[in-house]
């Protein structure tokens, strides 16, 4: 799949669209990347679920979304009139969740991929726990690329393991035709004065600038340990918020971006990440973006 430019939301920074569509042209993306979404319609956890943290943000939403039925009626209409290609993030709590949402979107004419979200950090049940263990991931990817017979199927990690490139590995080999990475880190703030957890759930993500520097290591571990040698491509995530950023994701391995968290200081950036993306190349005198795609030296 060949997309406009690299640039997309992050799931669950950018709902379906409409909500943003005051801020920014997001016809001017490579792709948009929706909300999670599952089978049934879920509340999410109870308040407090979002709260910024210094060069960062902490947020523990619970997977809040409409649900398959609602998606397909009233959202798939709203993004269909963006003339992107739209990847739906797909949450559940089983296997059976997932591929029942997974199929269903076979026949969505703008969905062109699906991203399997098997790292959500903040669900009680499910969640994190299919992509933690290779094993899960192997078993899990491996049954949604039965369903995923036209969508592409994108497998977002998450970072709260010890070995990322050993996930990596084990959603390549069972079938991952993109790997996006990285999804929060599991976290925590205290509120002093109640001796609580801020958040309702306890624990949150930690996304935005302050996981940069990991998100890009750990982008350039996978890229060269894993994805290089399989020809997978990477969406890269954490904390871009300007053009310097995104540049980093590419050179360390990243062929698509995600941003998330800056969406919520500044919608425009992404606008600015695209055209700074552009003057680098042209400064440097690379052609093409697809120049200079993993190539760190180190
Ligand atoms: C408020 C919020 C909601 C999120 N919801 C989802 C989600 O529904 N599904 C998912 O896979 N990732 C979700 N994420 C994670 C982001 O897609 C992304 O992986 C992460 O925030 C790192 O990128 P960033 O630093 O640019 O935000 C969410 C992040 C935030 C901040």
């Given at each position: 799949m060949t997309l406009a430019n690299p640039l997309m939301t992050a799931s669950?920074?950018?709902?379906?669209a409409d909500e943003y569509a005051d801020f920014v042209?997001?016809?001017?993306?490579g792709a948009f990347v929706t909300k999670s979404i599952t089978a049934k319609p879920r509340a999410g956890?109870?308040?407090?679920?979002v709260i910024e943290t210094r060069a960062g943000m902490l947020n523990a939403?619970?997977?809040a979304n409409v649900g398959l039925d609602v998606f397909l009626a009233e959202k798939v209409p709203l993004l269909a009139a963006l003339a992107l290609p739209v990847f739906v993030n797909v949450a559940g709590t089983t296997v059976d969740d997932y591929l029942a949402v997974a199929d269903a979107l076979e026949?969505?004419?703008?969905?062109?991929g699906v991203e399997l979200?098997?790292?959500?950090?903040?669900?009680?049940?499910?969640?994190?726990q299919f992509g933690t263990d290779p094993e899960q991931v192997r078993l899990i990817t491996g049954e949604l690329r039965k369903v995923c017979r036209t969508n592409i199927l994108i497998v977002k990690l998450s970072p709260?393991?010890?070995?990322?490139a050993a996930i990596a590995a084990a959603a390549v080999d069972a079938g991952a035709d993109a790997l996006s990475m990285i999804n929060t880190f599991t976290a925590m703030a205290v509120d002093i004065d109640t001796r609580?957890?801020?958040l309702a759930n306890g624990t949150g993500g930690l996304s935005g600038p302050a996981i940069r520097p990991i998100a890009v290591y750990m982008v350039h571990k996978v890229y060269t340990q894993v994805a290089q040698a399989a020809g997978v491509p990477i969406i890269g995530m954490g904390g871009i918020q300007h053009a310097h950023d995104a540049v980093e994701f590419l050179l360390a391995g990243a062929t698509g971006l995600a941003v998330g968290t800056a969406l919520f200081v500044e919608p425009g950036c992404l606008m600015d990440i695209r055209d700074g993306i552009g003057d680098y190349l042209d400064s440097h005198g690379f052609a093409s973006v697809t120049d200079i795609i993993g190539t760190l030296e180190v």
């Open positions: 669950g920074t950018c709902g379906y042209d997001l016809t001017q993306l956890n109870n308040y407090q679920r939403i619970g997977l026949s969505v004419d703008i969905v062109r979200n098997i790292s959500c950090p903040n669900v009680k049940a499910g969640g994190i709260n393991v010890t070995d990322i609580r957890p801020v």
